[in-house]
């Protein structure tokens, strides 16, 4: 990730997509990190199986949360801690005992080295779904809780290339339904964004972490923002944010 921008987001569903030797991507502790550089460096080296078997997968269970290294236990032959494994020994990690077949210079190992960090793995999604009036189109969409409303537009952006080029406002006066507004369209057309949100999630205290975006109150918000009242009070394209 660059410095100073902020980070993207991705859900577990984007992750998976990545679970090929050649596209390899793997989360843990938060981050996901894509690990094609290393399968492609280390293309046939038996350590890297482990890495293969878990591609598109979360690993978090292999690190210590605290110290954000891989586990630890104490050999029972030694008696010294070592790195704990059951999935098998993976790159990076050295022998239980010394070997001359083992090189230990290639400095930072993969799961602490920054440069294959891609974006944060959502620790919450839901599910979106995109209403067009104008042609009655529908499409449905899985977004992070953590995005703004402008980060999900651009989601949206492959099922429709013109929707960045309408003008995204917040509702000040309904908190919970965004409006947005085209030279290109009539007052006429208009577009829903409804959320669907499981029983068993709960409520989302906030969609936009920047300067614009909707906010969402409870599980209830669903009921205030109704399509009519917004279409009477933002003439042009509108766009809500409400419970199926």
């Known amino acids: 990730m660059e410095p100073g921008r902020r980070p993207r987001y991705f859900t577990p569903r984007e992750v998976e997509a990545h679970a090929r030797p050649r596209d390899l991507w793997v989360s843990f502790l938060g981050r996901v990190h894509d690990l094609t550089p290393l399968a492609r460096e280390h293309e046939g080296d038996v350590l890297l199986r482990p890495i293969l078997e878990a591609a598109g997968t979360d690993i978090t269970h292999w690190f210590n949360p605290k110290t954000r290294d891989l586990q630890t236990c104490v050999d029972p032959l030694t008696g010294c801690p070592r790195y704990y494994t059951p999935q ?36 919450k999604t839901r599910l979106v779904r995109v209403i067009n009036t104008l042609t009655s189109q529908e499409h449905m969409l899985e977004v992070c809780a953590e995005e703004s409303l402008w980060e999900i537009l651009r989601r949206y952006l492959p099922n429709n290339a013109h929707a960045g080029s309408y003008t995204w406002k917040h509702a000040a006066s309904m908190p919970l339904a965004c409006c947005c507004t085209s030279m290109t369209t009539s007052p006429s057309s208009s577009s829903q964004v409804q959320s669907s949100v499981a029983a068993n999630r709960y409520s989302f205290t906030q969609v936009n972490s920047l300067q614009q975006g909707a906010f969402l109150e409870d599980a209830n918000w669903g009921k205030i923002a109704e399509k009519e009242a917004a279409d009477a009070a933002f003439p042009g394209m509108c766009v809500q944010i409400r419970g199926m």
Not at 105 to 120: M, N
């Open 88 to 123: 098998g020994r993976v790159l990076h990690v050295p022998p239980l005992l010394p070997r001359s077949d083992w090189a230990n210079d290639f400095g930072v190992p993969w799961w602490k080295d920054v440069k294959y960090e891609v974006g944060i793995l959502s620790a």
